[in-house]
């Protein structure tokens, strides 16, 4: 059983930054994809950003240009550098894996509030 751990959440003023950072129990060379997803009060949950084992990353459109998804093999770990934050950027994210053979873990999710 994989266990994915959140960190770097917290409360930030707009126009902020915040760091989350997901570490892995297993090597994440076996995830085809790692990724990030939120889900505030109320409302739906949505993919944030996403990287696949190759590099390649996709963001939501409301987040592009402000947020990065990176990875650190050596590690374990899967990175969201958040700038550039915003009241709406508020809501539990949560880290995400899937397997090359399609099965997916979920961290417990960590709290992001962007308010003044």
């Known amino acids: 059983q994989v266990q994915l751990v959140e960190s770097g959440g917290g409360l930030v003023q707009p126009g902020g930054s915040l760091r989350l950072s997901c570490a892995a129990s297993?090597?994440?060379?076996?995830?085809?994809?790692m990724g990030w997803y939120r889900q505030a009060p109320g409302k739906q949950r949505e993919l944030v950003a996403r990287?696949?084992?190759?590099?390649?990353?996709n963001y939501a459109d409301s987040v592009k240009g402000r947020f990065t998804i990176s990875r650190d093999n050596a590690e374990n770990t899967v990175i969201l550098q958040m700038n550039s934050l915003k009241p709406e950027d508020t809501a539990v994210y949560s880290c995400y894996s899937r397997t090359w053979g399609g099965l997916e873990y979920w961290g417990r999710g960590t709290q992001v509030t962007v308010s003044s």
């Open positions: 990287i696949t084992s190759g590099g390649r990353t």
């Open positions: 297993a090597t994440i060379l076996s995830f085809n994809a």
